[in-house]
């Protein structure tokens, strides 16, 4: 089990509803905007550096945001589309840090 998964701010109305489900894979959910190790103004940079840090997947709307991760220091990640944003009619993408 991963330490945790930080769900970006383009998607939190998922990420609400399902929390739950990734408590089952995550030890925590982390929320950009509502956590405060991630404050509103939390930009792509800040969250890749926080995920390196902290062990922790990014699940996001943005198709860029995995970018952000090579400026903080990784080499290899993987990018997963990992389900459907109804209300928000776009993909989420599940970014895992793999070195």
């Given at each position: 089990m ?7 701010k383009?998607i ?10 990734l408590l089952?894979?995550?030890e ?8 405060a ?9 800040k ?9 922790c997947?990014?699940?996001?709307g ?14 290899t990640i993987?990018?997963?589309?990992y389900?459907w ?5 776009r993909?989420i ?7």
């Amino acid at each position: 089990m991963r330490n945790g998964v930080v769900i970006d701010k383009d998607i939190l109305g998922w990420g609400n509803e399902h929390e739950e489900e990734l408590l089952k894979q995550y030890e925590q959910v982390l929320k950009v905007g509502i956590d405060a190790e991630l404050p509103q103004r939390s930009f792509d940079d800040k969250v890749a550096y926080y995920c390196k840090n902290n062990d922790c997947d990014l699940l996001t709307g943005d198709q860029k945001a995995y970018s952000h991760y090579f400026d903080a220091g990784v080499k290899t990640i993987q990018i997963t589309r990992y389900a459907w944003y109804k209300e928000g009619d776009r993909p989420i993408y599940l970014i895992k840090i793999i070195d």
